[in-house]
């Protein structure tokens, strides 16, 4: 596959009809990959909440748009904020770091890439805030 202007466009438009304001394509060779590539289109606005992965690093580069990654601690205190922009950071996240995002403009893709095979997050994988 060649993902091109014209992919990121149509996974953007459907990030912008999407109640969620996000959307993804599965990168990966077939269902039975035991790996975790995607491509994630989010809109501004888009509510992602603080997670960890227990089980997986995350890597994460952004492709096109503009978006901040934002690290906690255990007690849900904001740590850092990196600035994410095509041709900046790559960032490798930590098992278990606690991380969000926010979507600064529309259109942004980013690239994730995890180990395993999926694991959908458990309610201790998600930080309530108070």
Known sequence: MIIDKNILDNLTAQAKGSPRLRMNLDLRNSPDDRSQRMLNAIEPGTILPIHRHRTSSETVVCLRGHFEEYFYDAEGKLTDVI???PG???INIPVGQWHSLKSLESGTVLLECKDGAYE???EEDIMRQV
């Open 83 to 85: 600035d994410m922009a």
């Open 88 to 90: 900046g950071t790559l």
């Open 120 to 122: 959908p997050l458990g």
